[in-house]
């Protein structure tokens, strides 16, 4: 997978504000991809999901979109709050190979007030 | 429901010596898989267990080993820990289906001095 340094990409996004997060991921073999959020001291908490089968998915507040020709995953979050603030994960499953989570880098989403 | 839990929180070992973590997995789910997460890094998957065998393995040395018990807990066990190994160790339990999304602890922060 994707390994970075210490310094996470960051974005600042205001209180009611929409973000988006992107993420590149690298193995066309992939069926199944799905985005966590983890806050400071906590486990990688599920966020949503989607297969490579989709476009796009949506869940409450949150969308997931899926470009497979271009091998790009974002997540739209509306009307972020303070609460969202955490660091967001993309992850990534083999087709065949269950259970084995790549991840990336990882985002840093600050909200201001 | 409890949850994945993780036991010990945060531990502090030396150079050379041996760890064990523990995890016991969410009520109904009977795979288990183990991160590691360095500092400012995304999870990178250790290995997965699967009716107390191990399935699949990512790319750690031998010096890591696991453990899966009847009742679906499961152990990971370093021996001679390096500075290196200083890392958040997260646990992931699931059931066993294609796509079924993977519910993490807390994680137990080890610290090799």
């Known amino acids: 997978g994707e390994s970075v340094g210490l310094h996470l990409p960051t974005l600042s996004v205001q209180e009611g504000d929409n973000s988006i997060i992107n993420c590149a991921y690298s193995?066309?073999?992939?069926?199944?991809f799905i985005w966590y959020k983890q806050e400071s001291g906590k486990g990688p908490q599920f966020i949503i999901d989607i297969r490579s089968n989709m476009d796009k998915r949506q869940g409450q507040r949150v969308t997931v979109l899926l470009n497979k020709t271009v091998k790009h995953l974002s997540l739209q979050i509306a009307a972020t709050q303070p609460g969202d603030s955490a660091v967001y994960f993309c992850a990534e499953k083999e087709k065949d190979s269950w259970g084995k989570l790549q991840f990336g880098a990882g985002t840093q989403v600050v909200v201001t007030p | 429901d409890a949850g994945v839990t993780q036991s010990p929180t945060h531990l502090i070992k030396t150079r050379g010596q041996q760890v064990t973590l523990r995890c016991s997995p969410k009520s109904g789910h009977d795979t288990v898989s183990w991160y590691q997460q360095a500092l400012g890094q995304g999870p990178q998957f250790i290995f997965q267990?699967?009716?107390?065998?191990?399935?699949q393995r990512g790319n750690f040395p031998d010096r890591f080993s696991g453990h899966q018990f009847p009742n679906y807990s499961s152990e990971l066990n370093v021996n001679a820990l390096l500075l290196g190994d200083s890392a958040l160790y997260l646990c992931?339990?699931?059931?066993?289906?294609?796509?079924?999304?993977?519910?993490f602890g807390q994680g137990t922060r080890l610290t090799v001095v």
């Open positions: 193995n066309s073999a992939s069926d199944y």
């Open positions: 267990y699967y009716e107390e065998e191990e399935r």
């Open positions: 992931a339990s699931s059931p066993r289906r294609v796509e079924a999304e993977a519910f």
